[in-house]
């Protein structure tokens, strides 16, 4: 070490001697100052415990072994409770090897015996403080390791707690296609039930072969996928959007595993499949009452229809042709404030009576056209219900009108209400012809017909019920169906009644 280095170094390094002897030590304070180092001085065990305690900077403690009172391995076990960075030196006058031992085992560093010369001190003093700044040095790379650590598992925290709050799923799996991370939105999609603590192979997590395959190509291929992928068996019609990528090391270029994305797409799809078939039902429910009409009205144009009665027949058919365009016109337009939450509503209480009335009365021409006959059974004192008017006319002219278009000539509708408990019943039944089984999950979706030879020539838009759906379950009622193929169907509807 070049002599300014050394002379820094010794600087800024202080040491206490603790010696009863005051020659002893004053011969050290003259040996040690003299190399630039700094010195305080004790004259016994308990003064040199209070100097530690009030100079922590002290990096090495020159101590004697024979002290009256409190003597040196006593103070050692005391200062090595005190300070942490510390080496001591035992000096003793009485060099044997059991006290050389004994003063290992309490934490001190070496010995000297007295009497000793100049070179020798400053010699081992010099030892002594190099391995202090090795232990300085060690205790700091060791709190930056702790710190490090720390941070390390904040930003690991941090990044777990991110994850699990996606709504994507997220599946991370290293080279040997183990699953090292994953968060609850991918076992919610790829796997339904939890997995306990332990190392998993895709194959043993991930219960479609599709997103297995997908994985495992982009392993071998180290190029990104993105596929859409229908879960089976666990959802009906659930279709989930993967993309899965290679990770690679930017330095060493090695491939170090595949991240895998899954985005639940059953929602668009099922809105894609809605507009389809939105397009479809517009261009046929539209098309053709409006060539009816058209052809009505070429025909009157042309003169072949001369007589009044003939004329008037015509105008009833255009009439009721625009009838069920404006019907469907009025049901999109509902669905859509339904949908967007527009619809304004004035919630007041409702007489039932009265709006089935008004709801019988709109249906009886198409009703008495068919040869159908309607019969109303309600409770005296029906409680009222807090509703929107329109909402409940809605509602119950849905129903009515579908049990009177898809019945039966000389069939029967049947409207009962009647008091329920907290709620107010009423059931609407026909004699029509009934409902497919498989088809009653789909019956109250957004533009759902079925299509057999009895609906063939029945309007409509399939809205209907799903509006009905909608106001029962804004009002917190709640809606059954009873449906026999062939012979006839029955909606009951609760609602809570007025208090």
Same mark, same amino acid.
């Given at each position: 070490?070049?002599?300014?280095?050394?002379?820094?170094?010794?600087?800024?390094?202080? =040491?206490?001697?603790?010696?009863?002897?005051?020659?002893?030590?004053?011969?050290?304070?003259?040996? /040690?100052?003299?190399?630039?180092?700094?010195?305080?001085?004790?004259?016994?065990?308990?003064?040199?415990?209070?100097?530690?305690?009030?100079?922590?900077?002290?990096?090495?403690?020159?101590?004697?072994?024979?002290?009256?009172?409190? !003597?040196?391995?006593?103070?050692?076990?005391?200062?090595?409770?005190?300070?942490?960075?510390?080496?001591?030196?035992?000096?003793?006058?009485?060099?044997?090897?059991?006290?050389?031992?004994?003063?290992?085992?309490?934490?001190?560093?070496?010995?000297?015996?007295?009497?000793?010369?100049?070179?020798?001190?400053?010699?081992?003093?010099?030892?002594?403080?190099?391995?202090?700044? /090795?232990?300085?040095?060690?205790?700091?790379?060791?709190?930056?390791?702790?710190?490090?650590?720390?941070?390390?598992?904040?930003?690991?925290?941090?990044?777990?707690?991110?994850?699990?709050?996606?709504?994507?799923? %997220?599946? %991370?799996?290293?080279?040997?296609?183990?699953?090292?991370?994953?968060?609850?939105?991918?076992?919610?999609?790829?796997?339904?039930?939890?997995?306990?603590?332990?190392?998993?192979?895709?194959?043993?997590?991930?219960?479609?072969?599709?997103?297995?395959?997908? =994985?495992?190509?982009? @392993?071998?291929?180290?190029?990104?996928?993105?596929?859409?992928?229908?879960?089976?068996?666990?959802?009906?019609?659930?279709?989930?959007?993967?993309?899965?990528?290679?990770?690679?090391?930017?330095?060493?270029?090695?491939?170090?595993?595949?991240?895998?994305?899954?985005?639940?797409?059953?929602?668009?799809?099922?809105?894609?499949?809605?507009?389809?078939? &939105? $397009?479809?039902?517009?261009?046929?429910?539209?098309?053709?009452?409006? #060539?009816?009409?058209?052809?009505?009205?070429?025909?009157?144009?042309?003169?072949?229809?001369?007589?009044?009665?003939?004329?008037?027949? =015509?105008?009833?058919? @255009?009439?009721?042709?625009?009838?069920?365009?404006?019907?469907?016109?009025?049901?999109?337009?509902?669905?859509?404030?339904?949908? #967007?939450?527009?619809?304004?509503?004035?919630?007041?209480?409702?007489?039932?009576?009265? =709006?089935?009335?008004?709801?019988? &009365?709109?249906?009886?021409?198409?009703?008495?056209?068919?040869?159908?006959?309607?019969?109303?059974?309600?409770?005296?004192?029906?409680?009222?219900?807090?509703?929107?008017?329109?909402?409940?006319?809605?509602?119950?002219?849905?129903? $009515? @009108?579908? #049990?009177?278009?898809?019945?039966?000539?000389?069939?029967?509708?049947?409207?009962?209400?009647?008091?329920?408990?907290?709620?107010?019943?009423?059931?609407?039944?026909?004699?029509?012809?009934?409902?497919?089984?498989?088809?009653?999950?789909?019956?109250?979706?957004?533009? &759902?017909?079925?299509?057999?030879?009895?609906?063939?020539?029945?309007?409509?838009?399939?809205?209907?019920?799903?509006?009905?759906?909608?106001?029962?379950?804004?009002?917190?009622?709640?809606?059954?169906?009873?449906?026999?193929?062939?012979? !006839?169907?029955? &909606?009951?509807?609760?609602?809570?009644?007025? #208090?």
């Amino acid at each position: 070490m070049a002599e300014t280095e050394q002379k820094t170094l010794q600087g800024g390094r202080t =040491i206490l001697v603790v010696d009863d002897e005051a020659e002893i030590r004053r011969g050290c304070e003259r040996i /040690l100052k003299s190399e630039g180092y700094r010195v305080f001085l004790a004259s016994g065990g308990q003064a040199g415990l209070n100097l530690l305690r009030r100079q922590p900077g002290i990096d090495l403690v020159l101590v004697d072994l024979k002290m009256p009172g409190m !003597g040196g391995f006593e103070f050692l076990d005391r200062a090595r409770r005190i300070a942490t960075e510390i080496e001591f030196v035992v000096i003793t006058a009485y060099a044997t090897i059991e006290s050389a031992v004994e003063a290992t085992k309490r934490g001190a560093y070496d010995f000297i015996a007295k009497p000793f010369t100049p070179d020798t001190l400053l010699h081992l003093a010099k030892r002594a403080l190099e391995r202090v700044s /090795l232990l300085q040095e060690k205790n700091r790379l060791e709190a930056e390791r702790r710190q490090r650590m720390l941070e390390l598992g904040t930003e690991k925290s941090r990044l777990r707690m991110i994850i699990d709050c996606m709504e994507d799923g %997220v599946l %991370v799996c290293n080279a040997e296609k183990m699953l090292v991370l994953h968060n609850p939105a991918a076992l919610k999609l790829i796997r339904h039930t939890p997995l306990k603590a332990g190392n998993y192979g895709v194959s043993e997590v991930i219960t479609i072969k599709a997103l297995v395959e997908m =994985i495992s190509q982009v @392993s071998e291929c180290r190029k990104r996928i993105s596929r859409e992928i229908i879960l089976e068996p666990a959802s009906r019609n659930q279709c989930v959007l993967s993309n899965t990528a290679p990770v690679i090391d930017p330095d060493s270029r090695q491939f170090l595993g595949t991240i895998t994305v899954v985005r639940d797409i059953s929602e668009i799809r099922r809105v894609e499949d809605v507009k389809a078939r &939105f $397009v479809s039902m517009v261009a046929h429910e539209l098309r053709a009452p409006l #060539a009816a009409v058209d052809g009505y009205l070429e025909n009157m144009e042309a003169g072949h229809i001369k007589t009044f009665d003939k004329q008037q027949e =015509i105008i009833k058919r @255009s009439r009721r042709r625009l009838g069920a365009l404006m019907e469907m016109v009025n049901d999109l337009l509902g669905m859509a404030r339904i949908e #967007a939450g527009t619809a304004a509503r004035e919630i007041s209480s409702q007489n039932i009576a009265q =709006i089935v009335d008004a709801v019988v &009365f709109m249906a009886t021409p198409l009703a008495e056209e068919k040869n159908v006959q309607i019969n109303v059974s309600l409770d005296k004192n029906l409680p009222a219900v807090q509703a929107d008017h329109d909402d409940l006319q809605r509602l119950f002219s849905n129903l $009515v @009108s579908n #049990a009177v278009k898809y019945n039966r000539k000389d069939g029967s509708v049947i409207l009962r209400a009647q008091a329920d408990g907290p709620y107010i019943r009423i059931s609407v039944s026909d004699t029509g012809i009934g409902f497919l089984p498989e088809n009653r999950e789909d019956l109250f979706t957004e533009f &759902f017909r079925e299509k057999r030879k009895e609906t063939r020539l029945v309007t409509g838009t399939g809205l209907g019920l799903s509006i009905v759906k909608q106001i029962v379950d804004f009002y917190h009622g709640r809606i059954h169906l009873e449906s026999k193929y062939g012979k !006839g169907s029955k &909606f009951t509807v609760w609602l809570p009644a007025s #208090a």
